[in-house]
């Protein structure tokens, strides 16, 4: 029997990729046994199923740092997704890692996200019985929520990566082995998520007039470049050349290019983030979550009518965290606006 388009693309992985990248044909499985696709391997069926997920297009309405910003050009949680991606991409495929498994990770890495960026997830954090973290958000979205309760399936080379991508204020390359990703390509989006959001964010904050270009410190624009597409190229560079001579397949960053890094992350922490400009109206989501979050806990039959469901599938307060962390910023003001507003009289 000849061998199928897969099989041979499978080979191909075999001859050409690094001993330190993850094949296919060796995934350690999926949730739920299933056929092999004929014409595409495991990881890049991955990826092909979080594209078509109803959970990614949603990102296109879900704030990155800029609450729903009206100017054409400011990133949202997709376009920040599709620039993980990119520069994921490009520091696996230099260093000949497996580009389907590092593609299909940093397009679900941030699946789980809230509306409101991170004000939304902290809010949850602080409402929901057990906390909420968006990186376990993100694994139960492709585990359960997709596909009305089926899950997408996805191996667990995928879903190892999308729950250890995140880091907050932690350390970029984590020395704890449990906080990496198994994968070389897992550990490679991690750190393609910061370099895209300190330099994207940093655009966007001097689009926004929040900062200017001069006031970035002047050691990291020395060391990374004084413009948004030379500091990415030093970074991913720096990235891949110290990760060829290590030698053993360890990510690595050179402690120069790493400190202007960690530099620039404290930075966006202190003038982007925690910025009153930036953090002025998101008081005002805080309220709106918390709001619809208790309105639907309390009218769990109304909840069923919005999911389209007869009964709950887990507990009442799991389902409506699913439900408001699920939501767009544009559908939990439309449904807010819904619940708590009066709306004009138009009877004539």
């Known amino acids: ?12 992985e075999k001859k050409s990729l ?23 391997p495991a990881f890049q069926h991955d990826r092909d199923r979080i594209i078509h997920s109803k959970s990614f297009r949603r990102l296109k309405h879900k704030t990155q740092v800029f609450l729903i910003p009206m100017g054409d050009h400011y990133r949202t949680r997709l376009t920040h997704t599709l620039e993980v991606s990119q520069i994921a991409r490009t520091i696996s495929k230099a260093l000949r890692l497996n580009e389907d498994l590092t593609e299909a990770i940093a397009l679900g890495h941030d699946l789980g996200h809230t509306p409101f960026g991170h004000a939304g997830e ?6 929901v019985p057990g906390g909420f973290n968006h990186a376990d958000q993100s694994l139960r979205v492709v585990d359960l929520l997709e596909k009305d309760g089926k899950g997408l399936n996805l191996t ?10 995140t880091k907050g204020k932690g350390e970029i390359l984590c020395e704890d082995p449990e906080a990496m990703a198994f994968t070389r390509e897992g550990q490679v989006v991690r750190i393609a998520d910061i370099v895209a959001y300190i330099n994207h964010d940093i655009d966007d904050a001097i689009r926004g007039e929040v900062i200017s270009s001069n006031d970035i410190p002047d050691d990291c624009l020395k060391c990374l470049g004084d413009t948004h597409s030379k500091r990415i190229d030093t970074m991913v560079n720096d990235i891949i050349q110290e990760t060829l001579a290590s030698g053993d397949g360890r990510l690595s960053i050179s402690k120069k290019v790493l400190s202007a890094v960690w530099d620039l992350r404290a930075f966006l922490w202190e003038h982007v983030y925690e910025n009153k400009a930036v953090h002025g109206d998101f008081y005002k989501a ?13 009218h769990p039959d ?27 910023d544009r559908y939990a003001f439309s449904l807010y606006e819904k619940l708590f507003l009066p709306l004009p009289w138009v009877v004539l």
């Open 286 to 298: 805080t309220k709106i979550l918390k709001e619809l979050y208790q309105y639907l806990v309390d």
């Open 18 to 40: 690094s001993p330190f990248a993850a094949l296919s044909s060796r995934s350690k499985g999926r949730l739920f046994f299933e056929e092999e696709c004929p014409l595409r």
């Open 302 to 328: 109304y909840l069923l009518t919005l999911i389209k469901m007869e009964s709950l599938y887990d507990s009442l307060e799991r389902c409506v965290c699913d439900f408001v962390a699920g939501m767009t």
């Open 156 to 165: 667990f080379e995928v879903r190892d990566g999308i729950l250890k991508h």
């Open 1 to 12: 029997m000849p061998k199928t388009i897969r099989e041979e693309l499978e080979e191909w």
């Open 122 to 127: 902290d809010t949850l954090n602080e409402i």
